[in-house]
C-alpha cells in the first residue's frame, strides 16, 4: 500500500478500504507522509466526499492515533461539550464552570481556530498564565482537585486530528461534513466522555449554511457515536450574526467573565441554556430542561460559576487578577468607534464577514503556524434587528495596524446591512 494509490483513488472518486484509511493516518501522524500528500487527500476527500462507512473509519482510526482516556472514575455519565464553530463563540467559557458548579465534572479538550472561526484554546491563552498545554495526568488531577480542566488537544490525544485540522485550516478544506464529523468525533472518543453535547451552528457564520446540512451532520455525529458505544446529543443554534458582542480573543473571554458575573446577552444566555440544560439531563441530573435552564440562571446568580471559574484559571496557572478586574487585559493599539451616516434598522450583520474580519486584524490564523493577536477583534455596539440613528457607533475596532484599522473601519460600513 503506497499513500500515492490512496490519494489517486480518491481523486478519482473512489472508495478508500478501512486498512486505506488506517495505513494515511498511521503513516501521517507519524510523520512519513508529508503534508502536501496529505493536503490532496484531504482536498480530495472534500471535492469527492466520503460514505458513512469511511466516515467512521476515519473517524475511529484519528481517535486511535493516540491514547483513549478512560474516565470511568468520575462516574457512570461524564458529559462532554463541544461546538462545530461559529463567531463570537464563548459558550464553553461561560457554559463549562457552570456545569463544573452544578457538581458535573467537566474535562474538556478544546481546539484553536478553525478558518473565519474562533477557537476556546485560543481565546483561554489570552489570560495571562493559563496553561492550555498540559498533560494527561495533570488533566485528571485538575478534574479531581477543582472538577474542571479545559485544555488544548495534547498530543497524545487524536493526534492525526490535531495535524488534520491545523492542515485543513491551511488549505481552505473546513467546510466538509465528512471532516468535520470525525474531527469532533475522534476527539470526543479519544477524550473519554460517554454522553456527548454537540453545539451545530447553522447560518450564514457557521460552516454549515442551511439546516438541511446541519441536520445531515447531525445525523453522521450521532451514528458515528452509536457504533462508538457514545450517546450523542445534537442541538441546532443559529449563528447568522456573531454571538454575543465580542469577536477577538481576550475581548471574548472578557464577555464571558462578564456573563458569568449577570451581565447575559440574550442570543448567547439562550445558547447557553439551551446546551446546558441538554448536558444536564444527559450527566443524569434532571430530566426536565426548562428546570435546568433555572439552575443554570441560579448558579450565575449565587456567583458559584464565577467562583468555578476563578478556581479553574488559578489552578492552571492562570493570573485571577485578570478575571477579577477585566481592565488588566492588554488593550490593543488603536480602538476606534465606526460611526454610521445611516438612519434604520440593522437587517443583516453577516457573522463569516466578522469573523474573516478579525482574522485579517490578527485574531486568527492564515498559515498553520502564524501567531495570532490576543487583543484585536471587532466589540458589536448595535445587533440584528437595533435601531441606529445618523452618527450612532455601529461597532469598535480594536486594532494594532494604522493600515489594517482603516480598512477594517471601511469593511464594517459594508457589513452591517441598515434598512
Ligand atoms: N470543530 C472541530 O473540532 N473540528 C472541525 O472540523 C470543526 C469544528
Do not use: W
Amino acid at each position: 500500500m503506497n499513500i500515492l494509490e490512496i490519494i489517486s483513488k480518491k481523486r478519482d472518486a473512489k472508495e478508500l478500504s478501512k486498512q486505506e484509511i488506517e495505513f494515511f493516518i498511521q503513516e501521517y501522524t507519524k510523520g512519513e507522509i508529508h503534508d502536501y500528500q496529505a493536503a490532496a487527500l484531504v482536498m480530495a476527500i472534500y471535492i469527492n466526499g466520503m460514505n458513512d462507512r469511511e466516515i467512521t473509519d476515519l473517524t475511529l482510526a484519528m481517535a486511535h492515533s493516540g491514547e483513549i482516556l478512560d474516565l470511568s472514575r468520575f462516574g457512570k455519565n461524564i458529559v462532554d461539550k463541544h461546538s462545530t464553530g461559529g463567531v463570537g463563540d464563548k459558550v464553553s467559557i461561560i457554559l463549562l464552570p457552570i456545569i463544573a458548579a452544578l457538581g458535573i465534572p467537566v474535562a474538556k479538550m478544546s481546539g484553536r481556530g478553525l478558518g473565519f472561526t474562533g477557537g476556546t484554546v485560543d481565546k483561554m491563552e489570552s489570560i495571562p498564565g493559563y496553561r492550555t498545554n498540559v498533560d494527561i495526568d495533570e488533566f485528571i488531577k485538575n478534574v479531581e482537585k477543582v472538577g474542571i480542566s479545559m485544555i488544548g488537544q495534547t498530543m497524545n490525544l487524536a493526534p492525526a486530528d490535531k495535524k488534520i485540522y491545523a492542515l485543513r485550516d491551511s488549505i481552505s478544506c473546513v467546510e466538509n461534513i465528512p471532516l468535520i464529523a470525525s474531527s469532533i468525533m475522534s476527539k470526543k472518543i479519544a477524550s473519554g466522555a460517554n454522553k456527548i453535547v454537540i453545539d451545530v451552528t447553522v447560518g450564514k457564520g457557521a460552516f454549515m449554511k442551511n439546516k438541511e446540512d446541519a441536520q445531515k451532520l447531525s445525523e453522521q455525529m450521532v451514528k458515528i457515536g452509536k457504533l462508538a458505544g457514545r450517546e450523542v446529543r445534537c442541538v441546532m443554534t443559529p449563528m447568522d450574526e456573531p454571538l454575543g458582542y465580542a469577536v477577538g480573543n481576550s475581548l471574548e473571554v472578557i464577555e464571558a467573565i462578564n456573563f458569568l458575573k449577570g451581565d447575559m446577552p440574550k442570543d448567547l444566555k439562550e445558547v447557553v441554556l439551551e446546551l446546558g440544560s441538554n448536558m444536564i439531563a444527559l450527566a443524569g441530573k434532571g430530566k426536565n430542561i426548562e428546570e435546568n435552564k433555572v439552575k443554570i440562571l441560579e448558579t450565575i446568580e449565587n456567583g458559584k460559576a464565577y467562583d468555578k471559574l476563578i478556581q479553574m484559571v488559578k489552578n492552571q496557572g492562570g493570573d485571577i487578577s485578570y478575571i477579577k478586574d477585566t481592565a488588566k487585559f492588554k488593550k490593543s493599539k488603536y480602538i476606534s468607534a465606526v460611526v454610521t451616516e445611516k438612519t434604520g434598522i440593522v437587517k443583516e450583520i453577516n457573522a463569516e464577514e466578522i469573523g474573516k474580519l478579525a482574522c485579517y486584524l490578527g485574531a486568527g490564523r492564515i498559515n498553520k503556524e502564524d501567531k495570532i493577536e490576543e487583543n484585536v477583534g471587532i466589540i458589536l455596539n448595535k445587533k440584528v434587528g437595533d435601531r441606529v440613528e445618523k452618527q450612532d457607533f455601529l461597532a469598535y475596532i480594536c486594532a494594532n495596524n494604522k493600515a489594517k484599522l482603516v480598512q477594517a473601519e471601511q469593511k464594517i460600513l459594508e457589513i452591517y446591512k441598515i434598512m
